[in-house]
Nanobody, 121 residues
């Protein structure tokens, strides 16, 4: 069992930045691929980014490339999502997840409760 708790969301102006954190407890954090997903009102949950167990492999959705950076600190059992140049269309609830290497949410067995990100125009 893995428990995930996101933090760092909030309200920001377009063009601004936020850093999301996801703290994990429970089973060995480093044994999981970690992902970030988001869900906007009225839309399905979508993949944002994922990072390999050791942190060397990082993969992004096209709409966040060159703006968002995923990272992890296995010593702190934490994964991060640095979000720069935010746009109003980035407004969503952001979720971290622990699981296997995939952009499909069904590959992730454990989910946090989500943190709201709102980007004002």
């Amino acid at each position: 069992q893995v428990q995930l708790v996101e933090s760092g969301g909030g309200l920001v102006q377009a063009g601004g930045s936020l850093r999301l954190s996801c703290a994990a407890s429970g089973r060995t954090f480093s044994s999981y691929v970690m992902g970030w997903f988001r869900q906007a009102p009225g839309k399905e949950r979508e993949f944002v980014a994922r990072i390999s167990r050791g942190g060397g492999g990082k993969y992004y959705a096209d709409f966040v490339k060159d703006r968002f950076t995923i990272s992890r600190d296995n010593a702190k059992n934490t994964v991060y999502l640095q979000m720069n140049s935010l746009k109003p269309e980035d407004t969503a609830v952001y979720y971290c997840a622990a699981g296997d290497s995939s952009e499909d949410s069904s590959a992730y067995a454990y989910w946090g409760q989500g943190t709201q990100v709102t980007v004002a125009s």
